[in-house]
């Protein structure tokens, strides 16, 4: 069996992985460059992203990404203003009912990503924008790129994200409803606040703020192990810039509507909505990484009716968002369809029935909420 990826985001590439682990030949395009685009710092991995890891990643990658995360988050605090100060004046579990988030812990996105990338230099190709596909008369499924070449395979899933080219023609019927929201969303090193008391305050758990009309949430990220240390320990053969200069930090974000988001730069925009806010909080924005800082909109695509398995599936926010947690669903997704080939290529399963018992449970449990995406994708 040979399959295509389309979109190299964590779902794309944990599912490269655990079909190269299981013997199949893969082959993924992205169509940006290899650091990809701007869609936040962090991750709150929670039990079905882990799972994923665990299962596709070879074992020492898997050692890694969970050597550099953060504390467990057992808890959700709400701040608010009493007296003059911040305070927690609730919490509620982190136990995945009601709405609320699993438990789990803080990633940093862009570290994860250069440990999934580490090994798959060879099955990898950046700057390769496929811009449709044809299932052919034997079966497979040919793609065609921008600069006109074409490649051949049993299999073609789109991981390529919100925008994802094919979905577009797949399921044309799903498509992408823009609510309307924004959000502002950045990352402040630790020590730029560490004289704030707002780390001792919320600890590992993610918190939001309510205070002077403004919502803000934060989340701290301080790693098990320093990078360097577990790169060291665990994967030598993970580019080294990818650990070089990465250090704790707090991450935020700030809602907003599209009216209010405006034309000024992000960082700046971010600054002026902070302006009122309690010294602690207006400091995590003012001392942010502006080159981090991006602006996301929040986006839906309402459930699907079932549709008639063919060679082309689709994976992640290719067909399915999730407030926040849209990481852990992609790489579930990769995990759940990369047993479902292996079934097929093994014999155990018809090739169609294999992708349409995926699609299947895709259908069941993965559509939710609103996600942020970014602006202009």
């Not at 709405?99 to 570290?111: D, I, S």
Request: hydrophobic content about 45%.
């Amino acid at each position: 069996m040979r399959v295509i990826v389309v979109g190299a985001g964590l779902g794309g590439l944990t599912l490269a992985h655990g079909l190269r682990r299981a013997g199949i030949d893969v082959v993924v395009y992205e169509r940006d460059g290899a650091l990809g685009r701007p869609q936040g710092v962090s991750l709150h991995m929670d039990d079905r992203g882990l799972s994923a890891l665990r299962a596709c990643l070879p074992p020492a990658h898997a050692a890694m990404a969970e050597a550099t995360m953060g504390g467990q988050r057992e808890q959700t605090l709400t701040l608010s203003e009493v007296d003059g100060s911040l305070t927690v004046v609730s919490a509620q579990p982190s136990d995945g009912m009601a709405g609320r988030a699993r438990q789990g812990r803080q990633v940093h996105r862009p570290l994860l990503r250069a440990v999934l990338l580490t090994g798959l230099e060879n099955v990898v190709h950046f700057g390769a924008e496929v811009t449709r596909f044809e299932q052919r008369a034997d079966g497979t499924v040919r793609v065609w790129f921008a600069d006109g070449a074409m490649d051949t395979a049993d299999v073609v899933v789109g991981a390529d994200g919100i925008g994802s080219v094919i979905r577009r023609q797949y399921l044309p019927q799903a498509r992408v409803a823009d609510t309307g929201g924004r959000v502002l969303m950045g990352a402040t090193p630790l020590r730029a606040v560490a004289g704030t008391g707002l780390p001792e305050l919320i600890g590992d758990s993610p918190a939001s703020a309510a205070v002077r009309g403004t919502m803000m949430a934060l989340g701290l990220l301080r790693f098990t192990e320093p990078p360097a240390a577990a790169r060291q320990r665990w994967l030598p053969s993970l580019r080294h810039s990818a650990v070089a200069e990465v250090e704790d930090y707090v991450m935020w974000a700030l809602p907003v509507t599209r009216e209010r988001l405006g034309s000024a730069a992000v960082w700046r925009r971010a600054k002026e909505l902070a302006a009122d806010l309690p010294s602690a909080l207006r400091m995590v924005v003012a001392e942010a990484w502006p080159d981090v800082t991006v602006a996301l909109r929040i986006g839906m695509i309402p459930p699907v009716p079932a549709w008639q398995a063919r060679p082309v599936t689709v994976i992640g926010d290719a067909i399915h968002l999730a407030p926040g947690f849209g990481g852990n669903l992609a790489m579930r997704d990769a995990h759940r369809l990369s047993e479902a080939l292996v079934a097929a290529d093994r014999g155990g399963l018809g090739l169609l029935d294999a992708i349409g018992a995926y699609e299947d449970e895709l259908r069941r449990n993965s559509f939710t909420t609103p996600v942020a995406v970014k602006a202009g994708s």
